[in-house]
């Protein structure tokens, strides 16, 4: 989609859509609006809705920062203690790595 063709309010809409979206524990949809209206945010002559679609970017940057460094932070905790937690982590798992009894 080429959102430089839309009309002030579809961009609003749009932008307002997926960061409402990335609430239903889908971030990628936050990283996707960041990375897809800063441009339109920062980059371009002022508008009328320039100023919402601004704070949507902004929050929706700081939702995918916090995701990222969550998931980091989950994903090097459990890779590390996972053996410790013995038959816990095994319910967690997906699959069950061979490896330290």
């Known amino acids: ?53 601004k704070q949507y970017v902004i929050y929706s940057g700081i939702g995918t920062f916090i995701w990222t460094v969550a998931l980091t932070a989950w994903i090097i905790i459990f890779q590390t203690q996972r053996a410790q937690w013995g038959a816990t982590a095994d319910y967690m798992s997906f699959i069950i790595p061979l490896g330290k009894p």
């Not at 309010?9 to 960041?34: D, H």
Request: net charge positive; charged share 20%.
């Open 1 to 53: 989609m080429n959102i430089s063709k839309a009309t002030g309010e579809q961009k609003l809409q749009l932008c307002r859509t997926y960061f409402r979206a990335g609430f239903a524990l889908l971030p990628f949809l936050w990283s996707v609006n960041f990375f897809w209206f800063f441009k339109e945010a920062f980059g371009r002559n002022s508008y009328a809705e320039q100023k919402q679609i």
